[in-house]
């Protein structure tokens, strides 16, 4: 008998592989963030600098989820192997200069359309994004990298504020970093669950800008906005997977 036929996958179009990459599906999450953490400061007015710092902060996210794919990628290819490198979708390399470019795209719009105190916070998000992609998987403090990269969010939003309180903007940032940092403790005790229960997880994020909305007076409308980015996040997971 002759050999097998090699069997052939087919590649996923470029337009659906950086969809994957991005995780698209989770950014409202990070748009509550930003709401939140200008909610902590009473700095609603104008709106227009807190959609300014919302643009920036999504990319941010977007370049860092490019570069947690392409660091893991020999992880990937044994334990993930659907995912868009190791599919072949997408050469490392590029997925790489994605991530970074992305990253410089989002300090370069702060700098220009925010402003210094902005940017300066922003510098310090962009080096723990890419600290935790680089090491996070060797790292044992990884877990608290991650949480930091959603609660230094909350500072970069407060930052649009003059004079920024910071005892209620430390505290409401490290409640959001214990948060996502219990995504890692929850995954470990689930086991196969987790790949429902971690999405989830993420998506309530937003409940927990909710709160911090609401105890810093940010009002019962901007609340209900967050909850509903919940259920948005829920809604495009299903189009588009949020892990």
């Known amino acids: 008998m002759g050999a097998a036929p090699a069997r ?7 337009p659906k592989a950086y969809l994957l990459l991005s995780r698209v599906s989770n950014l409202p999450t990070v748009w509550t963030n930003v709401v939140a953490g200008a909610a902590l400061v009473h700095r609603t007015e104008p709106f227009s600098m807190v959609v300014q710092v919302a643009v920036a902060i999504s990319f941010m996210y977007t370049g860092g989820m490019f570069l947690n794919d392409a660091f893991d990628a020999r992880f ?19 997925v790489l200069a994605v991530g970074f470019a992305l990253l410089a795209i989002a300090e370069l719009w702060l700098a220009l359309a925010v402003g210094a105190r902005a940017l300066a ?36 939003a407060a930052s649009l504020a003059a004079e920024t309180p910071a005892v209620p903007v430390a505290l409401a940032a ?10 890692t403790w929850v995954a470990k005790q689930t086991g196969p669950a987790a790949a429902r229960v971690i999405p989830a997880m993420i998506a309530g994020i937003s409940l927990v800008d909710a709160v911090v909305i609401l ?12 909850v509903c980015a919940f259920a948005l996040t829920l809604a495009l997971q299903r189009v588009v997977p949020g892990t």
């Open 174 to 183: 490290a409640a959001l970093t214990c948060y996502v940092m219990s995504l």
């Open 76 to 94: 990937d290819a044994v334990h993930r192997r659907d995912r868009p490198i190791p599919s072949g979708d997408v050469p490392r390399r590029e």
């Open 215 to 226: 105890v810093s007076g940010g009002g019962l409308e901007l609340a209900l906005g967050a």
């Open 121 to 156: 916070w922003g510098l310090a998000l962009a080096a723990a994004i890419v600290a935790y992609d680089y090491r996070h998987k060797q790292f044992r403090f990884g877990p608290l990298v991650m949480g930091l990269c959603r609660g230094l969010v909350y500072v970069v």
């Open 8 to 14: 052939i996958v087919a590649r996923r179009p470029r």
